[in-house]
C-alpha cells in the first residue's frame, strides 16, 4: 500500500521560511493535503492541491508538488510562533474506499 | 457551533472493559470516519461510513464495532480494551465521497488510556 514519509522535527526562527517535507510511494494519488495538528486539537486542513498541478499558493502557504520525484513540500512564509504544530501530509486513495493515507507528521517550532 | 465534536475528550479505563465514544456531525455531510492516532503521532484510518454504510473497514480488531445510527452520528463501540488501545481517536467527516472538494473535517479528538 502507500507509504507517506516527513522528517519529524523541524525548529525556525520567527520571520524565517519554513519548508515541510513529504515523500509517497503511490504515484497514481490524485489529491494531497497538508493538515496541522496544535497541541490537544484535531486535525485543521490548511491546503490541498490535486496532482495535476505543481504549485498552490494560499497567502503565508505555499505547496509544490514534484511528481517525478514524489515529493511534495509545504513553504510558510513569515512563520509567527503559532504556526507552532504538527504537520500531516496525507494522500488519497484511489481506489474506492478514497481514504487518505498520513505522513507521520513534522513537528514544527518556532523559535522567537 | 462545533462542526464535528466528539464525547468523551477524555477516557481512562480499566483493561477489560467495554467503553464507547460517540461522534457527532453539523455539517450536513454523507461521510464519516474514525482514526485512531497513537503516541507517536502516526494517524491511520479505522473506518468509514458514507449514509450509513460501512465503506472501509481495515484491519481491526473485532473488538471495535462502529455504529451509525444517522448519517450525523458515527459512534465506536470498543470491547475488552487493552493496553494497546490507549491513543488518542479522531472523528471526520466529508461532505461527498470521492468528489475533489471532498474535505475531511476533523473533531478535536477522544484520549483513550487504558491502566
Known amino acids: 500500500g502507500e507509504d507517506v514519509e516527513q522528517s519529524l522535527f523541524l525548529s525556525v526562527r520567527e520571520g524565517d521560511s519554513s519548508v515541510i517535507n513529504c515523500t509517497y510511494t503511490?504515484?497514481?494519488?490524485?489529491?494531497l493535503y497538508w493538515y496541522k495538528q496544535e497541541p490537544g486539537a484535531g486535525l485543521q486542513l490548511l491546503t490541498y492541491?490535486?496532482?495535476?498541478?505543481d504549485m498552490k499558493q494560499d497567502q503565508r502557504l505555499t505547496v509544490l508538488l514534484n511528481k517525478k520525484d514524489k515529493h511534495l513540500s509545504l513553504r510558510i512564509a513569515d512563520t509567527q510562533t503559532g504556526d507552532s504544530a504538527i504537520y500531516f501530509c496525507?494522500?488519497?486513495?484511489?481506489?474506492?474506499?478514497?481514504?487518505?493515507?498520513f505522513g507521520s507528521g513534522t513537528r514544527l517550532l518556532v523559535r522567537p | 457551533d462545533t462542526a464535528v465534536s466528539q464525547t468523551p475528550k477524555y477516557l481512562v479505563t480499566q483493561m477489560g472493559n467495554d467503553k464507547s465514544i460517540k461522534c457527532e456531525q453539523n455539517?450536513?455531510?454523507?461521510?464519516m470516519y474514525w482514526y485512531k492516532q497513537d503516541s507517536k503521532k502516526f494517524l491511520k484510518i479505522m473506518f468509514s461510513?458514507?449514509?450509513?454504510?460501512?465503506?472501509i473497514n481495515e484491519t481491526v480488531p473485532n473488538r471495535f464495532s462502529p455504529k451509525s445510527p444517522d448519517k450525523a452520528h458515527l459512534n465506536l463501540h470498543i470491547n475488552s480494551l487493552e493496553l494497546g488501545d490507549s491513543a488518542v481517536y479522531f472523528c471526520?467527516?466529508?461532505?461527498?465521497?470521492?468528489?475533489?472538494?471532498?474535505?475531511?473535517?476533523f473533531g478535536p479528538g477522544t484520549r483513550l488510556t487504558v491502566l
Open positions: 496525507a494522500l488519497r486513495e484511489t481506489d474506492s474506499s478514497y481514504k487518505l493515507i
Open positions: 461510513y458514507n449514509n450509513k454504510e460501512l465503506i
Open positions: 492541491i490535486f496532482s495535476n498541478m
Open positions: 471526520a467527516s466529508s461532505q461527498v465521497l470521492g468528489q475533489p472538494t471532498d474535505t475531511q473535517y
Open positions: 503511490d504515484s497514481s494519488s490524485t489529491y
Open positions: 455539517l450536513g455531510h454523507d461521510t
